[in-house]
Structure formats: structure tokens, C-alpha cells
T-cell receptor, first 113, second 112 residues
Framework: GEDVEQSLFLSVREGDSSVINCTYT??????LYWYKQEPGAGLQLLTY?????DMKQDQRLTVLLNKKDKHLSLRIADTQTGDSAIYFC?????????????FGKGTKLSVKP | NAGVTQTPKFQVLKTGQSMTLQCAQD?????MYWYRQDPGMGLRLIYY???????DKGEVPNGYNVSRLNKREFSLRLESAAPSQTSVYFC???????????FGPGTRLTVT
């Protein structure tokens, strides 16, 4: 079955880089996503990567995909206190109905000044 | 443009009471979803509706019912609330061929 695993916590200092890791099990996943949830709010799509890509960069965000190891990572450069949030990795299985997403448990990023 | 709206924002129920959580979207999306979020558990799909007039079970449907009232609205009903249903409930919507789900702000439900 499909499963997405992430570590639950990450703490970094302001200005450092943050790397949030995720592993998934469904090798047929066509899209992989990173969502961000700020305190008391719903989830917002942060970025995504197609399975035929190895890397995607968007300003301070870099997504790396290792399909062989089924490993996805999100790197945030120059992490700011405003980046403190929960980050969810999600996959969309090839057999999923209407784009259903399977979410990891979320990584809580704490940024210390 | 309100996006996805949910009511109420907070609710406290006693065991055995019933209630309906409301969700509406104004983006003309075909697909709508109900998730629950529990500490350390991520988001789990309760029910979804691929289009108006259709609903399907997700990962954790027991104890819930849904209604896709029209294209805009998708409600979640708890017929007999249980403490295990204490959670934060999120509604989401997306266009059929899109990869992005848009989430509402959530309803925090406590069942005592």
C-alpha cells in the first residue's frame, strides 16, 4: 500500500538551511508535493515535482527527488522565523481516484532566532 | 474570492450528539474532500466527491456521512459523535486535472 514517512520535528537557527526529508512507497507516484501548514490554518501547496524530474528550484526552495531510493527532500535556504510551520510531504498514486493525496504525518519546523 | 470556507470554526459536542460540518468553495472545482488531522497522524481522508452527485469513502469513513449538495457545497455529518472523533477537520477542493488541492481553514471539533 501507499505510505509516506517523515521525521516529526526539525529545529534550526535563523539563517541556516533546513532540510526536510520524506520517503514514499508507491513507485508509480507521478507527482510529489510539499504542503505548508502555519499555526491554526489549513494547508497550502508550497511546491511540487513531477516524477520525471530530479530537482526543482524555486527561490529559496529546492526539491530533490531520488526515485531509486523513493526519497524526497525539501531544502529551505536562509531559513527565517516565518518559515516555522508544519511541512507535509504528499504523493499522488497513479491508481488514486481523482487525485487523492496520501500525506505524511508532517515535520514541524522550528526556527530559532 | 473566498476560496474554501468552513463552518463552524469550533464546536464542542457531547457523546451521542449529531452535527453537520459545512464546506463551500467558489472556485468552480469539481472535486471536494474531507480530511481529519490528529496530532502525529497527518491528514487522513474521510470521504471525497469527484464530481457533483458522487461520493466515495476514503481511508477513515466509519462514523461519518457526506452530502455533495451541489457543485459548491460538500457537508460532513456525524450522526452520533464519539470522543474518538475529536479532531481538526479540513475540507479541500480541486479541479479534476489539477495537482493542487485548496484547503479551508479547518473546524476544530471536541467531543466530550
Amino acid at each position: 500500500g501507499e505510505d509516506v514517512e517523515q521525521s516529526l520535528f526539525l529545529s534550526v537557527r535563523e539563517g541556516d538551511s533546513s532540510v526536510i526529508n520524506c520517503t514514499y512507497t508507491d513507485s508509480s507516484s507521478t507527482y510529489l508535493y510539499w504542503y505548508k501548514q502555519e499555526p491554526g490554518a489549513g494547508l497550502q501547496l508550497l511546491t511540487y515535482i513531477f516524477s520525471n524530474m530530479d530537482m526543482k528550484q524555486d527561490q529559496r526552495l529546492t526539491v530533490l527527488l531520488n526515485k531509486k531510493d523513493k526519497h524526497l527532500s525539501l531544502r529551505i535556504a536562509d531559513t527565517q522565523t516565518g518559515d516555522s510551520a508544519i511541512y507535509f510531504c504528499a504523493e499522488r498514486g497513479y491508481g488514486g481516484s481523482q487525485g487523492n493525496l496520501i500525506f505524511g504525518k508532517g515535520t514541524k519546523l522550528s526556527v530559532k532566532p | 474570492n473566498a476560496g474554501v470556507t468552513q463552518t463552524p470554526k469550533f464546536q464542542v459536542l457531547k457523546t451521542g450528539q449529531s452535527m453537520t460540518l459545512q464546506c463551500a468553495q467558489d472556485m468552480n472545482h469539481n472535486s471536494m474532500y474531507w480530511y481529519r488531522q490528529d496530532p502525529g497522524m497527518g491528514l487522513r481522508l474521510i470521504y471525497y466527491s469527484a464530481s457533483e452527485g458522487t461520493t466515495d469513502k476514503g481511508e477513515v469513513p466509519n462514523g461519518y456521512n457526506v452530502s455533495r449538495l451541489n457543485k459548491r457545497e460538500f457537508s460532513l455529518r456525524l450522526e452520533s459523535a464519539a470522543p474518538s472523533q475529536t479532531s481538526v477537520y479540513f475540507c479541500a477542493s480541486k479541479q479534476t486535472e489539477s495537482y493542487e488541492q485548496y484547503f479551508g481553514p479547518g473546524t476544530r471539533l471536541t467531543v466530550t
